[in-house]
């Protein structure tokens, strides 16, 4: 057994779940075990798991994005009209929000505020500017996003060839990469980081801005599938990120945090709405039943920790 | 003046003033009473759940209920459904509310300490569920409050809305709560320093708990009022009230770090916020424009407050 | 000797002088180590060890004297960053890796220079290969995170860590009890590899409590007391005995023995059963007794009274009839509400006796807080000043306050004197004095010999349990010294 570690068992746990889910669906629903079912089945998963991967990020450094759901709205509403009819100032307006996370990031640290309610805030500066921008739904998406969403690999749906080749990047980003390792060391053991001669207000600024790349990338994403947006498109994906991350086998301090596992967990938490339609779960229990699937796995997770608390005594 | 200047709340209410002048010198003092009574009532609900918000944030970092606005739509639903607009079962509307909201407390503490989860997940997955229990209860009929409890919500007494005066005397209550109390030199102490205050003796869980549930109770309770205000309850009513009980704390002065709370400045926050709002409306600004000045208000009060040397 | 006097410093501290607040921790230190020795360094509880220690490796700056690197001034620009470029580490106490990652990826974290393409591979050559060096036959898996590595493991890849080599040589390594969670075997280990880095020259600084490591491992012994270099001789003149004779004081009359009491019929007020291998000593305490808890820091004694003050409950519902109270030694951790007033602090513990229907009685408050603030004297005008608006030792005396002013027969005290001034204390003793002459029971965890001096019944604490129990004039400081430095690794 020497193979399970503790870390290779926390992923374990969502992959499982991941593949049951999948059995199920399949089982209740034969005809959705096809190119054109699973396409159906995870449309919408690629922006969810972009987002969730920007929600690690800054889980990783012991924070909480709760604009997460205002801000790839707001991306959407800037996706679907100036990256559309002006796409330099686009391009610009979206470099800007970039910033504006590192910025977010280096306030946060500088200041040692509660991320929670400065993020709360942006919410309000994201939704208001959102609605600014796009008062009723509309706009339109840019072709080339709404190409790149569409298209259709080969043997594989293009949700799957996606989401894996987030995994892939990000997992290299987050895991294997040089600067990876001392942006998680910020969220094990800061002092230590510190101690060593790294600066830590800049990797909490580079985690911030790569989580606002991700959510950025999210909202493109999301436009490339629905064609037009609203200032309201997207927002349930705060809670769902933070859902995917935990789901994925994340935790929310320590930097203990799998790309692999978020992406994971966004697919389940995509398949789930998909699975209670088809076990004709009244929609009216659905949101319920994500909350109770987040409460099961957080009380797996504390069998789990239990466990490896034991093992670490020996 | 100076030690007034001292307080917390202080400026809450500078600014809503501020702000309750503009709106009515704009329209020439035509609208003093009407701006001044829609701000009491609308203020009120966001004062009844920010006071519950209040003591949660105070517990110190990380504590944050976020459960509040399906609370406020399961105890609407549950409690309007029972009475079927039959004036005579007021009372026992009331209790069920109260008893929904003592429920979910329950839940959420027992969450917290169980699960040994951040109170913000373990409170956002309570509220998934109550959301879709009141989804499921309520099946999208919408049943209409008893006609005295209408008459209520929407009446005046003296000229002040019934409703302010309920979160009148709901603020009173917790204002004996917190500065004379037992219970809220307990909250302020855990705030503080919970290691500290477990080693004087201060029980922990026991008042954290009496927390989560007191907070759960006011959601509650604002929600059956709310509901009765707007002619029935709607599965959406609480939305605005997730944010806006955070915004009226912080607002209002209570340190976002917890340890520190006070009553008045909900009133102060709450009362800005809405008249913010209706300035906004009165000068003819989109839904964006008031959006967007709330959260550079928010980020705003955050930094000037954090520039404070805590003492 | 001759060899040790020509070869050359390479760090040395000249004179130097620090003070805390009130109190003196290095008080003109004088400490040099040269290349290719090990130095020992000794000394109990408030000796100015681990002050020298943070001093040597940049966390601090002397308020006087001079620090040397290789002979030249470098007094001005030290700091973390220039220790770490002379080639100087640190193993702390504490544990100072990311327990989120590998022990590959915390080896990047420590080297800046491992970086680029194909790190991991070298920082994982250098890790293992330094792992395999110092602890043959390790057994550890260098790709495992370090939260699910044992504590013993841990400290392995800690130490490793310390010695290992990018770029920059390493030349010196400060190990602050570094075989505190290390069997015989490992410990044994260690040594051989800190003789082999002092054989090519390299230096190593020793911490322990167990004195045969230092003798074994040191060429040279540096013996400290309040704040002062006391002895400093070659490892090989000095014995266990002679080094725990070095650490007390030469000459130290006690005031009066304190008789040991006849406790056979008494009920103990507090107990708790010994746990652990033999000798096991149980914990118990008598009415009116003052009982000492004695050892070096952090050897369990805190835990021990958390412990204690646990086991009594009050998580959910405050008990009117409460057993204990507690007084915090950290004030910032684990004492002081830092927003609230001298009143608000000084009542908190007694809050259930001051409350009718819930509601706290201000006058009964007020009176209570009032006739407090006379008997121990707090400095203030005011007592709806702040609580930080007093100083260490009178916020330490409201502490002292909140507890004693409670009826509760047992008083926990962790370490209450630390950072306070002579005379305060004083007042403080007398007090308790009179306090358990009226019956009540005090446990005193103290770092300070004269404190636990003045107790009626003394455990000693090493590695997490009571090692030994004292009474009457078997309470000397020779007797505390020699249980809680240990001859050999358990």
Known sequence: MNWLTADRLRLLVPALSLAVLLGAVFYLQPRSMSYVGLNLLLNLAVPITLATIAQMLIMMVNDLDLSMGTFVSFVACVTATYLQTDPWLGVLILAVCIAAYAGMGVVIHLRNLPSIVVTLGMSFVWGGLAVLMLPTPGGTAPDWIRWLMTSKPPIVPMAIVASVLIAAITHWLVIRSAFGVVLRGVGGNERSVQRAGWSVIRAKALAYALAGLFAVLAGIALVGLTTSADANIALRYTLLSIAGVILGGGEFVGGRVSPIGAVIGALTLTLAASFLSFLRISPDWQIGAQGAILIVVLALRLLLNRREAREGRQ | ?311 | MDTAATSRDMLAVNGAEKSFGAVRALAGVDFVVRAGECVGLVGHNGAGKSTLVTLMTGGTKPDRGRILLDGQDATGSYGFAAAREHGLRCVFQELSLCPNLTVTENTRIAHRSISGLGWRRRAEQVIRQKLDEIFPGHGIDVGTTIASLSIAKRQMVEIATAFSESEAKVRLVILDEPTSSLDATLAGQLLAYVRKFVGAGGSVVVISHILGEILSAADRVVVMKDGKVVAERPASEFTVASLVAAMGSVVRERDAVRPARDQSGQTPVLAQTATGPEPAIGFVAYPGEIVGLAGLGGHGQTRTLIGLYRDQGGDWIARRDSKVAFVAGDRHVDGNLPLWSILKNLTLTLLPDLTRFGLVQHRAEAAVAQQWRARIEVRTQDLDNPILSLSGGNQQKVLFARALATRVPVVLMDDPMRGVDIGTKQEVYAILRSEADKGRTFVWYSTEMDEICQCDRVYVFREGRIVAELRGADIAESHILAASFAEQAA
Do not use: H
Request: glycine share 12%; hydrophobic share 55%.
């Open chain 2, 1 to 311: 003046m100076r030690t007034l200047a001292a307080k917390p709340w202080f400026w809450s209410f500078v600014a809503a003033f501020g702000v309750w002048l503009a709106t009515i010198l704009f329209t020439g003092g035509a609208s003093t009473i009407g701006v001044s009574q829609a701000a009491l009532t609308f203020a009120a609900f966001s004062i009844i759940v920010g006071l519950g918000q209040m003591f949660v944030i105070t517990l110190g970092p990380g504590n944050v209920d976020l459960s509040i606005p399906s609370t406020m739509t399961l105890a609407g639903t549950v409690a309007l459904k029972v009475m079927e607009t039959n004036d005579g079962l007021v009372l026992l509307g009331l209790i069920l509310a109260v008893l929904v909201g003592l429920c979910i407390g329950v839940v959420n503490y027992g969450l917290i300490k169980l699960l040994r989860i951040p109170p913000i997940i373990a409170t956002l997955s309570s509220s998934f569920i109550i959301q879709s229990t009141a989804i499921w209860y309520n099946r999208g009929i919408r049943i209409k409050p008893p006609a005295t409890l209408i008459q209520f919500a929407t009446g005046t007494t003296l000229g002040i809305p019934n409703v302010a005066l309920v979160a009148l005397l709901i603020s009173v209550v917790i204002w004996v709560l917190l500065e004379k109390g037992i219970y809220g030199r307990r909250v302020s102490a855990i705030g503080q320093n919970m290691r500290a205050a477990r080693l004087a003796g201060v029980p922990v869980d026991g008042t954290r708990f009496a927390t989560y549930v007191l907070c759960a109770v006011l959601a509650s309770l604002a929600g059956l009022l709310l509901s009765c205000f707007s002619g029935g309850a709607a599965l959406n009513m609480g939305t605005e009230y997730l944010l806006s009980s955070i915004a009226v704390v912080v607002i209002g002065g209570t340190a976002v770090a917890g340890g520190s709370a006070n009553v008045p400045g909900i009133w102060g926050g709450s009362l800005f916020l809405f008249l913010v709002v209706s300035m906004l409306n009165t000068y003819g600004a989109s839904a964006g424009v008031r959006l967007l000045l709330t959260g550079i208000i928010i980020i705003g009060v955050i930094l000037a407050a954090s520039r404070r040397p805590l003492a």
